[in-house]
């Protein structure tokens, strides 16, 4: 399979069910939009904001996760999360999952060398594992208090093992 704006190979993302660009890091989904969505329980509004996506430089929309209030890229299909609403989906989610746990994937080294900009304050955002379950490797503006979530990150945290 090849990316469909340089034409060159194309990789699966482990886990996370889509595509990546080695060279152009342009990102290929082969479900639909709605499928994708509902992976991370979003549901997308339709309404832009004035920030955008950084790691695509589209704009984000509001959209709700579990009823929160919202920033998602359509793109590449990453939220822009509230530290505190963060906390409490993934308590909520953890508490209510009854599906059979999933082994998370080990950390890949390459996510901790990106660098983006946080879409509020435009300052560099943090980038760290998720300290709980899941093996995640998310983005943090502590200036602006809001986590950049890539796609399938709060479903790989709300399925991992340990404590509910």
Known sequence: ???????????????????????????RFPETDEQQASKDGVTPLGEETDW????????????TLDDIRIHYCDDCRGSLVDCEAFAAVVNQRR????????????????????????????GPMDVHPYYGPGNAVI?????????????????AI???????
């Open 1 to 27: 399979m090849n990316c469909t704006n340089c034409g060159a190979p194309v990789d699966l993302v482990e886990g996370r069910g889509y595509f990546i660009c080695g060279y152009c890091s342009t990102l």
């Open 52 to 63: 955008d996506c950084p790691l695509c430089d589209q704009s984000l929309e509001h959209a």
């Open 95 to 122: 508490s209510q999952f009854s599906e059979a746990d999933r082994t998370p994937l080990p950390l890949d080294p390459v996510q901790f060398e990106r660098k983006i900009r946080c879409p509020i304050c435009q």
């Open 139 to 155: 983005d943090s503006c502590y200036r602006c208090r809001v986590v950049w979530l890539d796609h399938c990150e709060i479903a």
């Open 158 to 164: 709300e399925a991992a093992p340990g404590r509910r």
